[in-house]
């Protein structure tokens, strides 16, 4: 992978560029929406292609227990199976190992899950992770790593750090030793991890730059901790990271944490709020954040945002989304979830933009100006 670098902001950390994939050429910062099970909750593929959505996140580890990596395998991969043509991200599990915590116990050699689903017992390894990320066939592949909670002891985030370094020595040594079977090149991200320890984080850092990744994630944060700790950390790592490969912040965000997550030099994001609090029926303006579900929008004839392109504000307005939500109509959470992703992609455009304008700076400021308090709420689980 290539990353090239095309601006940076002449106020903050803020950069623009590009890297290429088999399925296209990712324009940096972006966006990825959330699709866990191969797909974004109630969107198909071509909806998320006409409001310019770049590049989906999907989960190994709930790809390989349901349908399974050999079934995506044989259809050709996860983009032949699902339809989605453009860039594919896959975590490798590792965030199931802090997120499923009754469900596993982890050793130096891997992880062993309790299958949600079923009760069956797996046990994933760094080698595992690899192999299940080649069969579906993902452009962006991440190694196995062990998240630690907030609060966390300095000794068991020192456990944790170390630990994530030999399972991504592992996994680029899979990687290395392996072909893609689709024919097509991947790319394999290291994942720095830490907690709110300065020290860790520089050294993990450090380490995993020494090994020359393709891409460097940011892991093990927005889990707890406060947002000046998260932004500290995110500070922090990347400084430590080259210029020439993409940083990626994982699980981030709310659109404010995003904005000052880019200024910090980020430049990939994902997150599950856009998808999940739409199908609540939260909705994402320039204005600030509504609940469509609300009684004011009950004869507000308005869109959701005059200035949103997407098909729910150019085609219906506040009071009939509303009426479908009090109706449990499937189309009221397909049109917030539309509409909110939209506005992401738009909010990660225009900084883009601004970036290259060199006006990033006060851009930022002026719109969290714009949007605050209103999306410094926290958002519906």
């Not at 399974?68 to 599990?93: K, Q």
Request: glycine residues 8%.
């Amino acid at each position: 992978m290539q990353y090239t670098l095309e601006k940076t902001d002449m106020q903050t950390k803020a950069r623009a560029g590009f890297f290429e994939t088999a399925h296209g050429v990712i324009q940096t910062p972006v966006f990825m929406p959330v699709g866990t099970q191969g797909t974004v909750k109630g969107m198909s593929p071509d909806e998320l292609e006409d409001i310019n959505v770049q590049m989906i996140l999907g989960n190994t580890y709930h790809l390989f227990l349901r349908p399974g990596d050999d079934l995506v395998r044989e259809a050709g991969g996860l983009h032949a199976f699902s339809g989605w043509r453009r860039p594919i991200l896959t975590d490798s599990g590792g965030y199931q190992v802090f997120s499923l915590a009754t469900l596993r116990k982890v050793t130096d050699e891997g992880v062993r899950f309790q299958s949600h689903i079923d009760g069956s017992h797996h046990v994933f390894t760094p080698e595992k992770a690899i192999d299940i990320q080649r069969n579906l066939g993902t452009d962006v592949m991440m190694v196995l790593d062990e998240c630690v909670g907030y609060p966390s002891t300095l000794a068991d985030a020192t456990k944790a750090h170390e630990r994530t370094l030999r399972w991504a020595e592992r996994c680029q040594v899979r990687f290395t030793q392996t072909e893609p079977p689709h024919g097509l090149p991947q790319s394999l991200f290291a994942i720095v991890q830490g907690s709110v320890f300065d020290s860790i984080r520089r050294s993990s850092a450090e380490s995993l730059v020494a090994a020359d990744f393709d891409g460097y994630a940011i892991g093990g944060l927005a889990v707890g901790e406060p947002r000046s700790a998260m932004l500290e950390m995110t500070d922090l790592c990347t400084d430590s990271l080259p210029e020439s490969k993409p940083r990626y912040l994982m699980g981030v965000g709310k659109p404010h944490d995003i904005l000052d997550s880019i200024a910090l030099g980020v430049d990939m994001f994902d997150c599950v709020i856009p998808t999940r609090n739409g199908r609540n029926g939260t909705v994402y303006t320039w204005q600030g954040k509504m609940n469509i579900r609300n009684q004011q929008y009950e004869h507000d004839f308005l869109p959701i945002d005059k200035t949103c392109p997407c098909p729910a504000c150019q085609t219906f307005s506040r009071a009939y989304i509303r009426h479908l939500f009090q109706a449990n109509e499937i189309l009221g959470l397909r049109l917030a979830t539309l509409h909110n992703l939209c506005f992401y992609t738009q909010l990660i455009e225009k900084a883009r933009k601004a970036i290259l304008d060199n006006q990033f700076g006060q851009w930022k400021q002026s719109i969290i100006e714009q949007l605050t308090p209103s999306f410094e709420e926290a958002s519906i689980d």
